[in-house]
Each structure stands twice: as C-alpha cells, then as structure tokens.
C-alpha cells in the first residue's frame, strides 16, 4: 500500500503538500493539488485516508465554509448559531476558513467529501453576490449572507428592510419628523433595503424620506477599501440650517462616529439629538454613553437555521429566507 511518502515522492512535492493539501488546505497550485488526489486515488491511499479519518458510521458532518466570517467580531454568530444547532441535531461541524486569496476553496469541498459531508453551508461576514458553482457538486448547499450566482442553493438572509423599517418607526413614534440617514455605501445591497424600509415608515405617517436628507458615511467598499467618513458628514449636517433632531446610522460604528460630533459640537444625546444604529455590535452599543439604541442582526438565528435546511435535507432549490431583525432599544434616543 503506498504511504504518503510515495505520493510526494511521485508528484515532486514535500509530505506536508500532500498532507495539508488532503487536508483541503492551499499550499500549491490547483493543478498540483489536481495531480495530489489523482495519485493517491490511483494508488489507493485516498481510499485508506477516507476511511481513517470516516471510521464514520455513527457520525454525520456539516461542511461549513466561512469567508472572512471566522474573525469578523460581526458575523462570528453566523458560526455560534450554525454550532449549536449542529450541536442540537446531533452533528458534528467541519469548518474551512476562507480569510485571504491563498485559501483554496476547492479543496476545502474536497476535504469535506472525504468526511462525507451532508451538505455544506457558505457563510459571508457581508451581503454580497458569490460565483462558486464550479466548487459545489451534488451537495446541497445553504448560502448564509450572501446570493449565489450561476448556481442553486437555499438563501438565508437578515431582512434588512424590515431593519430600516424599525429604526424609523422608532424615531417617529418618538415624535421626530426632522431625520436624516447617514448610511453604508450605495455599493451594500443592504443600503437600498434599509432606505426602502425608512421610506415606507415614513410614509405609514404621511411623509417622504427627503433625498437631500440621505447622506453615505463610507467612501469605498469592502473589495476596493473602504473609508469611514461619518464623523465629517455628520459635523456637516449637524452645523446646517435644519438641523434634524434624529440620525439613522448605517451602522453602530457611524452610529459612534455621529455621537462623537454631536458631542464635539456641544450637543447633547440623546437631549439635543436621538442617534440609532444597525448591528447591535456590543463593544460599540453597550460601552458608548448613553447605551446606543439599535436594530440587530440576526446573524446566529441565521446560522441555526442554515444548518436546520441541511437537516431536513429539503430538495435543492432557489429560495430566500429572510429572518426578522430586532430593535434593542437603549438610551441613545429620546422624545422630541
């Protein structure tokens, strides 16, 4: 029987390529990690391999892919709440991190069939459009935070919309009518949403969402770099003419950033101005004085649910589920 000795010593690489590359990690070009299985199928090694690692009767994996989710003091619910459920339905959780370029998504799914994955969850830190049909098989497949391209799969989503609807119903049941947003670049699906959401608010109470109102507290995005610019925007719509007495933020970080200026400016929240965020990002809404009031993301129901859909193992198929935000309402803002 071959060893993983002969394999390296056939394909021209170190042991610990073949290793780490059966092992789904990226340590060499795809046509090397390509040539890696072909030997160690062709000499009866990956046979040996799977069921060393699948002694796997009694156990039953989820793949779970996590693309810049594993460090993302935002999403990291996305994975406590995909672990627990797994947990609940008596699964076991293979996570692959994909935190930079040199990841290899190919062989991620790969290592995950030799566990014999039941389907695999891909899970993004933010809302965004992904093509990787060419890596996903027969599997069924969950997409947690993000639309697949070109390919099926189960959509789980926040609904962001319902989000902006909250944090303007908010203000207006307080009595504000004077409200401006200052938002997340044009670029996040989820901007258009949350607009969409204020502006239906806003109109249950006979009013519009004035555009002139509407400003973005971040130059660039995600892919292209991104800078925050909401502490000068917000200087700058606090020292005009109208002042609004209310802010909807894109985000908590905005959110601080306003607070800061307001502050700066001699204001006082939530007296002189109510401020509200997005995210319930604890190390922000918590700590700031006052308490930030602000909508969360539902990112561990979320992961609950995509494993959930792998379970019930409901035939592939494009449909979104979006899932309920919440309004925690803090000290941030107060009646007009």
Do not use: W
Request: hydrophobic share 40%.
């Amino acid at each position: 029987m071959a060893t993983l000795a002969d394999i390296a010593r056939e394909v021209g690489v170190s042991n610990k390529t073949v290793s780490l590359t059966l092992r789904g990690k990226r340590c060499s070009s795809e046509e090397t990690a390509k040539r890696i299985y072909e030997v160690a199928e062709k000499t009866g090694y990956l046979e040996k391999y799977t069921a060393r690692v699948n002694n796997l009767e009694q156990f039953s994996f989820i793949g779970f892919i996590a693309d810049h989710v594993a460090t993302s003091p935002y999403a990291v619910e996305l994975l406590r709440g995909a672990q627990a459920e797994a947990l609940s339905c008596g699964r076991i959780l293979l996570v692959g991190s994909l935190e930079s370029e040199m990841q290899n998504l190919a062989g991620i799914c790969r290592m995950f069939r030799t566990y014999k994955a039941s389907g695999f969850i891909y899970a993004s830190r933010y809302r965004q459009y992904v093509n990787h049909a060419e890596c996903f098989g027969d599997e069924s497949v969950v997409y947690m935070n993000c639309t697949p391209v070109n390919s099926n799969g189960k959509i789980i989503l926040p609904d962001d919309e319902e989000g902006g609807f909250l944090q303007a119903s908010h203000l207006l049941k307080l009595g504000h009518r004077n409200i401006a947003v200052i938002s997340l670049p044009h670029e996040d699906p989820a901007t258009s949403l949350r607009l969409k959401g204020i502006s239906k608010a806003m109109a249950k109470q006979g009013l519009s969402l004035d555009a002139e109102k509407c400003h973005l507290g971040v130059s660039g995005y995600f892919d292209v770099g991104e800078t925050y610019i909401a502490y000068e925007k917000a200087r700058e719509v606090l020292t005009a003419p109208d002042r609004p007495t209310a802010i909807i933020c894109g985000n908590d970080r905005i959110a601080l950033m306003v607070m800061n200026a307001a502050v700066d400016l001699g204001l006082k929240i939530p007296s002189d101005l109510s401020v509200i965020g997005f995210d319930d990002f604890k190390t922000i809404s918590e700590h700031v004085r006052p308490q930030l009031t602000t909508v969360s993301l539902p990112y561990f129901q979320m992961g609950q649910r995509a494993v959930a859909e792998i379970v019930r193992g409901v035939p592939q198929s494009n449909f979104v589920n979006l899932i309920k935000c919440e309004l925690v309402e803090r000290k941030s803002c107060a009646p007009i």
